[in-house]
């Protein structure tokens, strides 16, 4: 089967750096996905890695380590409008199978 | 582009009640997905479809169905509802690759069942 670990909940100020990490276990790996989620809404895409390394895409980063089953979203100028969920998900089988995400509060 | 739909946006059912839950995509998706997510959860998937004619199970798929009508329409059907299905349901499709992997969702459809 496959599983996913991330953090339940994490805080933050304005302005700062915060780093959501998530492992996994699954069979036919294509690659590490995260989604965000506001309170009452849909998840929408925010990065895919499919290889090894750090991808980029304006304040959010994302690293896979295949051979450690490991990934982390990287959110730098935290800003209010941040707070909300971040799901990790693997693609396996032709199936996208989320963990149960990290709850981000930005504080002022 | 609408992207994907759902309807209803909302239901109630009493306990037994059948119902049928609508989506449809206008991306010329293949593979389409129906999620439920309860409070303060991750999305399970309930069943999947990686192309037009064909169904999967997902990770919960007792007391639901699935028909893929057509490339844009997947549909999911409670026979029986239960108070265990309440939960908000969202549909959703993608077309990956090896390089690139996006799942674009409709906007969910609350279900309470009583």
């Known amino acids: 089967g496959q599983s996913l670990e991330q953090p339940s909940e994490v805080t933050a100020v304005e302005g700062a750096i915060v780093q959501i990490n998530c492992t996994y276990q699954?069979?036919?790996?294509?690659?590490l996905s995260w989604y965000q989620q506001h309170d009452g809404g849909a998840p929408t895409f925010l990065s895919y890695n499919a290889l090894d390394g750090l991808e980029e895409t304006g304040r959010f980063s994302s690293f896979l380590s295949r051979s450690d089953s490991y990934g982390y979203l990287l959110l730098q100028e935290l800003q209010m409008k941040d707070s909300a969920s971040y799901f990790c998900?693997?693609?396996?089988?032709?199936?996208?199978?989320f963990g149960q995400g990290t709850e981000l509060s930005v504080k002022p | 582009n609408a992207g994907v739909t759902q309807t209803p946006k909302f239901q109630v059912l009493k306990t037994g009640q059948s119902m049928t839950l609508q989506c449809a995509q206008d991306m010329n998706h293949n593979s389409m997905y129906w999620y439920r997510q309860d409070p303060g959860m991750g999305l399970r998937l309930i069943y999947y479809?990686?192309?037009?004619?064909?169904?999967d199970k997902g990770e919960v798929p007792n007391g639901y169905n699935v028909s893929r009508l057509n490339k844009r329409e997947f549909s999911l059907r409670l026979e029986s509802a239960a108070p265990s299905q309440t939960s908000v349901y969202f549909c959703?499709?993608?077309?990956?690759?090896?390089?690139?992997?996006?799942?674009?969702f409709g906007p969910g459809t609350r279900l309470t069942v009583l």
């Open positions: 998900a693997v693609r396996s089988r032709g199936k996208l199978i």
């Open positions: 699954t069979s036919g790996f294509y690659g």
């Open positions: 479809s990686a192309s037009e004619g064909t169904t």
């Open positions: 959703a499709s993608s077309e990956w690759r090896e390089r690139t992997d996006t799942q674009y």
